[in-house]
Every structure is written in structure tokens, then in C-alpha cells.
């Protein structure tokens, strides 16, 4: 895990050359998944609520979700420290967003505005891996899946974190991804009715899960609809 | 030349333009003058303050890159009405047991006590700039204090800037109080990690205490029963950990405000029949 | 060079190069693991989780990991899968000829001398920490044996990604001359604290109690969690979704012919 961090700050020790010392990067990886499911009229969130570090579990009860509104928000793997900033940013700009425009931020412009964000530190980065998710104005899903440097992408759903090797797949082959080169142009919204993608978002963490050392615990799901948030919690292994 | 921007917060220290209202004077407008007396002249002129960067030849500072007295593992429960604190009182240099009296917890003020592991001249420096923060809300009289949930999220705050500017604060720091009759207990890692739980370890507690505490820990523990916990799990430590002495401290938090006991050594057993006679079973080899 | 046995190495000063110049080498399965072991009064208790990893993700979920050493000697394995399958299955096979050149019951002190040999040998490039534990004449013994080829005989220990966990639990519950049940309980109980705390070991609880009367390997003994959530809406396949293309049938009655009998001795 700590090879794939990008940065290492390494202290020679005074004398010998080969003498171990202390080092510190500032990047660590804690480890969690999130997914979001777009649909016609609503959008599954789901984050596994295990922090890690090394082999070592820090907690088991973190959330990985930023709510705004109703209608939008975020989730992120990855970094913890890096996470809680990024949220703290997030969430005063929408503050300010809102005594400006005296109404919540769209899912859109979120989705903008994360972006800006993330490569606003293009060559010093937030370690995190984000999803944007919520309504959009017709009141259908939307999920944005972003890079670590801000590159992103309208999808009609979406995994990152640790477990996504895992968990993409079954997505891809469960909700059909339409290919961006098929012509003409497909609809990406997930066709399923609500119950049965809440019902397979459970089944792809419990997989996820049993393989997937850093998740594990709790997930803790959202489902945004018109009526409002829904939340629901699903209780995974703990070892 | 025009002076450079600076913070107002001495946490991020000369240079570093923070949000002007991370810290808000109590005039709303008057800046406020610079922090460090002092350092500062009576006359009220700038204070002559080194530029650490100019001394190190345009390269990278490298004091404080690397811990030199450290303190290990900080301990932290929460129970019925309030929360435990312990941790032992070893300055280490090194593996030498160089300062056998450093007191690892502080209180904040009465609804808060910090304990930290790592480089102690560092947790020197957060304990001066918390001191700074109640000093603020002593002046104002006004009977408001900072939660420890702000506590907690100011460290946090304090240490992530300091690993952004690639210059940490070499600690992690537990922050244990009691507010609105709710026990809280935050820990900060040396980059900005931060979490909240019931029960928590810094460094070496995290493998060997963690466990104990997440089979025997219950919300609703009396005072004797997370005293006990907190003996074992303090033992447990000594008997691992290279790095600590029986030599302990317990802060306790509660509606009734802060205490942090006198040291106190615990009881060791070390009399195990196969401890005494090693070789008993190695007869015939080497 | 193959009938003059041990490692093989042809390729070392080949893959030196190559990785010089940025090759990859293969990676291994290892057991990010809990092992430990524990004397009482008339015997020795060992343990294993029963994960074992590859990077981040699960190899196998339910792998063995106290391996045979004699009818006596039982060794739990951390480190590289395979160097602690063989290295075991090596000092078995040599303590079984010695057994029949002797015919006396091997005795542990015996086995950690074959393995701390072997393993001091090869300097740490065997990397198989273990746990070996057994009952000879002389009584219960219990030994930690490091991948350089040191060895510590101690009345309780552990080994693994898990040690620390396990070793708090021992630490605090370990006392002199337990009964049977109370040391299956502690090891049990240091198992799972690796297994709930550490991330490189997992699943379920193996035990393995060895007493002068004989051994009662538990495999399985504790199956911690099953799996939490049973999908509402699973994936069926109705009769008839995959075509078949052709059809044959055999009748194996007259390809094979069954005899009655005895079967052939396994065991000694």
C-alpha cells in the first residue's frame, strides 16, 4: 500500500549511512469503499464505515459522506486527514454558496466545483477518491466519479477506494454499462427499480467484504429520492 | 519592502496566509498585534524575529524532521459519566529513559485534558498554543471555554498544516473531555488523522491495548470498572513496550472538571515458572 | 546438479540484472497471520486464524495453518505460505526416518534443532516464522522459532501480523498450570483478538491440543461470522438459458469394472 503513496520524506541519520531512522510521508491510505447508483428518480450511496491504517483498524464507525442537501453529496476514500479538509472546504463553500444565491447548491455545480478543488492542489494533491452524488434538476440520479487530481466524469454509477477492483465489475456487468463509443448514444441510467440496487449494492459490499481487508464493519447507505434521504445501515464482517 | 502577510495563528507560524478570520481579534476590525511578547520590543516596533529558512541556506529546514525525546502510547476510555485518560511518564531519547518524570497529560481547562505521544519538545509547543486559546477565553471573562470537540478540531487543523508545509508536529495526541453531559475522547495523528471513538491508543497501544478494551469496553462502565480496564491495558503496555516505565499517570474527566492523579506504579508479575528456569526445556540443544 | 538436492540457484545473477533494469518479480502468498501457543499442565494448546493474504485482498479464507510435524509435534506457520509449508513438511520427513531408524517418539527439542538449522542456514530467506509445540518423555514444550534461525522456549507466544494482539490477550490472562479447557480458552480468545483486530489474519479459530495421551487437532474450532446479508433479489437463471448443443451418454458400468475388497493401509 505505502509503495503506490506518492511521496516519501526520508531523514539520514547522523553517521552511519545504513542506521534505520524514523521517516514520515505525508500521504497515508486509510483504506473504505463508497459506491453510488444512479437511477430514474433516485441515487444510492453507499460507504463502508471501517479507518484503517497498515494492518491496523483505527475505527470502525467513520463516515465517509458529506450530505449538502437532499439533493447532493459527496463521498470519499482514501486519505482521512485529507478527506476532512476537503470536506471542511466543501462545506463552507456551499455555506457561502448559499447566503449568495439564497438557494442549495445543484448536483452540477458541486460536481464543478469538487473538480476546481481537487486541482486547485494539482502538484501537492488531496490522497482522496471522490464521488459526487444526488439529484439533478429533472430529478434524476447523477453520480460524478473523480481522479485525485480533479478529472471527472457523469456516470450512472460508481465505485472507488480500496474495494473498487472488486466491486466495479460487478457493477459494470449488473447495470450494463453503455460503452461512450456506441453509437447512437445510450441512456446510463441504471434501469433497476430502487429495491433491487439497494439490494445488489449489499450484496457487492458483503463480496467486497470477504476479500477486501479494508472493508469491512458497517456500510452506511443513503437513497436520495424526491421525498427527501433515506438512510440504512448494513453490518459486515469484522475481522 | 512590504512585510509578508502573516497568520494570525502563531500555530502556523510566519509566512503562511491562513483565513483572516481563523482567529477573530475581539475588536472585529484593530489587527492584532503580533503574539510572541516575548520576543517583541517594548517600543512597539516589529519584533526581530530569525527567519529559521534564511539560516538553513535556502534548503529545507531539517530540525524537527526527526523525533528526538519521545513519549509512547497515550491511553483513552470513555465511561458511565465521564473519561479516563493514562499514559506513562517517560521521556525517551532514543531508547535511553532520559526524563522519567515528564508529565504526558495536561489539563486544558475544566472540561478538557490533552495527552499526547511522540516528540514532547512539540507537544510542548500545542500545550503553549492551547494555553494561548484558554488564556483568550480567560481574559474575556465571560465564562465560555473551548469544548473539547474544538479542541480536537483545532489540533487537527494545527497538525495538518504543519504536515503541509512538510514540517510536522511529530505527536499523535488524544483529547479526552466531558461537555453537555455527553464524555468525549478525539485522537490526532502526526499528518491529521482524526477520529472519535469510545475507546482509543496511540502508537504501540493501538496493537497491544486496542484489543482489551474493544472486547471489554462497555459505554456504561462504572468509575472502578474503567479504572480496572485501564490498569490491565496499562500493564499490558509495560510488559511490551520497550519504550515505557510503571510509572503512570490517570486523568479523569466528569461534570465535576479535571484531575490528573499522582504517578503511580502498578503491580508486575514476571515469576512464571518457565521465566525463572528458560532453559528447562532446551536441554540438548543450543 | 538435481540429485544432489536443495535450492536451485541457477537464474539468481539473471534476475539480479533484470530487475536492475526494472523487472517485476513474481509475488508471494503471505499469511498475514495470528499464531500462538500456550503450555498448561499437561500439555501444550496451539492456535491459527485461518486467513491467508495476497497484498490487500484475500487468498483463501479458510487455510490451514498447524502443520504436522510428528504424531507428537504440531507447528503453526506465519510468514511466506509456502517456506512454512515446506520447511515443516521437510522436518516431518526427516523425523519420520529417524523414527524408523530409532523407533523411539521424536522429541520437539529435535525438530526446533532440524528447523532452526535449516532456517539459520539460508539466513532469513526462508521466511517462516513459527510456533512449534509438542509432548515428549521430558514433557510439554513450547517454541517460537525466527526466520534467521533463533528460538526462544517460553510458556506462552505468539507469532504473525496478529502477535501483538494476541500477546495483549496472553499478557493479561496467562497464569501457571491451567487446566485444559482454561488454556484452549485463552488461545482461542488471543486468535480472535488477532482475528478482530488485525487485518492480515481473519475467519475462523484452529486449535490443536497435544497432551502425552495424544492430539486432538480442532480444525474449525470456533466459525466466528457468516456471511451478513443474503441477497433479496439473487441472480436466477431459469431452466433452458444456456442452449445445449450436443448430447452423449456413457454408460460407465462397462468402461469400469468394481472389485471388493480391503483397502490399502494408509497409516502406519
Redesign the interface.
Known sequence: MAASLPMRATVPAAGSGVKQHASWSPYDDNGGTVVAVAGDDYCVVAASTRMSTGYSILTRNKSKILTFNPKCLIASAGMQADMETLHKVLHSRHVTYQFNHRRPMGCQAMAQLLSNTLYHKRFFPYYTFNLCAGLDEQGRGAVYTYDAIGSYERVGYGCQGSGKELIQPVLDNQLKAASPLVLPAQQWLSSLPLEQAVDLVKGAFVSAGERDIYTGDDVEILILTKDGIRTDKLELKRD | MLPRPQSHSAALGPGCTGPSLANPTPLGLEPRPVRHASQAPACGAEAFVVDPVALANGQPR?HT???YVTGTSVLGITYKDGVLLASDTLGAYGSTKRYKAFERLRKVNDACVVGASGELSDFQFIMRLLEELSDDDFCMDDGHRLKPAEVHSYL?RVL?NR??K?D?L?NSIVVGGFYAGKPFLGTV?????????AHLATG?G???????M??KHRPDMSEEEATALMH?CL??CY??DKNSINRFQLAKVTADGVSVSEPFALETKWG????QD????????? | MADQGGFSFDLCKRNEFMEARGMKGPGFTKTGTTIAGVIFKDGVVLGADTRSTAGTTVADKNCEKIHYIAPNIYCCGAGTAADTENVTGMVASQLELHRYATGTQSRVITSMTLLKSHLFKYQGHVSAALVLGGVDFRGPHLFTVYPHGSTDSLPFCTMGSGSLNAMAVFESGYKDDMTKEEAMDLVARAIRSGIFNDLGSGSNVDLCVITKEGVDYKRNHEFLQGKPYERQFPQKFATGSVPVVRERVFDVRRAVTVVEGEPMEMEG
Open positions: 531539517k524532521q526527526y523525533p487537527t495538518y504536515r503541509n512538510m510536522p511529530w495523528g502526526m499528518i491529521g488523522t482524526s477520529y472519535t471513538d504501540f493501538n496493537h497491544l491495548a486496542r484489543p482489551l474493544r472486547e490491565e500493564k499490558v510488559y511490551r512464571y515458572k518457565l521465566f528458560p532453559a528447562a526445556n532446551a536441554v540438548g540443544t543450543w
